[in-house]
């Protein structure tokens, strides 16, 4: 938030980390929130960063922004909490952040691969949004060849309860076929097994290598980095630009196929 800018009150305080938004909407209602000493019951309200902000008294402090690229292990679940005391993606960041971090989007226990972790709300939220038709790019590898016919299939589709779905790419990265890379925006759960599974190939090991252009590069099995700031403006593409489906870093990701015969 620049000192010029200007945000809807209930959302400076969710972005402050006091509270969601609907329960900062509820306080704001019931009178609990002063900009510069004045009560204000409407969430609307636009605040700049230089007014001050107190709810019940206690004065609230713009939460830094920010995004980190991770490379999940194996085992591990994207959520903040389990009931079953497995580990958890956030116990990975345990300690490090004051700030509460949440993963965009999920991968299951058993993926590894790239996820972003943020306290970016509204990233969040976008970049989750089927309409900006976020690219993800998966690397398969089965226990039985994979054959042309699969690729073939996933290319023009495949008919599951909740719908028909297709890959937007696929293709044997290597000479081996028992591994395919395919990429796909659909963020429906479990996707790439599902399809695989209807296809005949229920065991696979999935690994996520790309996600919204990004890439492994030099990042470990278990590490992660800061985004850098051109980083963060390229994810920003798909909120701002809804025809804009693929940044230009993903083009690179064109060497991860061969032609299929």
Same mark, same amino acid.
């Not at 609230?60 to 005391?85: G, Q, R, S, W």
């Given at each position: 938030?620049?000192?010029?800018? $200007?945000?809807?009150? #209930? ?9 969601? /938004?609907?329960?900062? =909407? ?7 929130? /002063?900009?510069?000493?004045? *009560? ?5 309200? @636009? ?5 001050? &902000?107190? &709810? $019940? ?13 991770? #490379?999940?292990?194996?085992? &591990? ?9 497995r580990k958890t993606i956030t116990d990975l960041f345990a300690g490090v952040f004051k700030e509460r971090l949440y993963p965009i989007g999920r991968l299951d226990r058993s993926t590894t691969?790239? !996820?972003?972790?943020? #306290? ?5 939220? /976008? ?11 998966? *690397?398969? =590898? ?7 016919? &699969? !690729?073939?299939? +996933?290319? %023009? ?5 909740d719908g028909f779905m297709k890959v937007d790419e696929a293709g044997y990265p290597t000479s081996s076929k028992k591994i395919v890379n395919v990429t796909i925006h659909s963020g429906k ?5 599902? @399809?695989? $599974? ?20 030099? +990042? /470990? =099995?278990?590490?992660?980095?800061? @985004? =850098?700031? %051109?980083?963060?403006?390229? +994810? ?6 809804? @025809? ?18």
């Open positions: 938030m620049t000192t010029n800018s $200007e945000i809807a009150l #209930n959302k400076y305080i969710a972005h402050a980390g006091y509270c969601s /938004r609907r329960v900062a =909407t509820d306080l704001i209602k019931n009178g609990k929130v /002063r900009i510069n000493g004045i *009560q204000v019951k409407t969430p609307f309200t @636009l605040v700049k960063a230089t007014d001050l &902000v107190t &709810v $019940e008294n206690n004065p609230i402090t713009p939460e830094k922004k920010i995004y980190i690229l991770l #490379n999940k292990p194996k085992n &591990v679940i994207c959520t903040v909490a389990d009931e079953n005391n691969g790239l !996820i972003i972790m943020t #306290n970016d709300g509204d990233l969040t939220q /976008r970049l989750a949004h089927p309409k900006y038709e976020v690219p993800k790019m998966y *690397q398969v =590898t089965s226990e039985t060849s994979i054959a042309k016919s &699969v !690729i073939e299939t +996933l290319l %023009q589709g495949v008919p599951l309860e759960n479990h996707i790439v097994r599902r @399809l695989f $599974e209807e296809l005949g190939h229920p065991d696979i090991k999935l690994d996520r290598f790309s996600y919204a252009g990004l890439t492994k590069e030099k +990042l /470990r =099995t278990g590490e992660w980095r800061h @985004l =850098t700031t %051109q980083e963060v403006a390229a +994810l920003y593409q798909y909120e701002e630009k809804e @025809l804009v489906k693929e940044p230009k870093k993903i083009n690179r990701a064109k060497k991860y196929y061969a032609r299929l015969g």
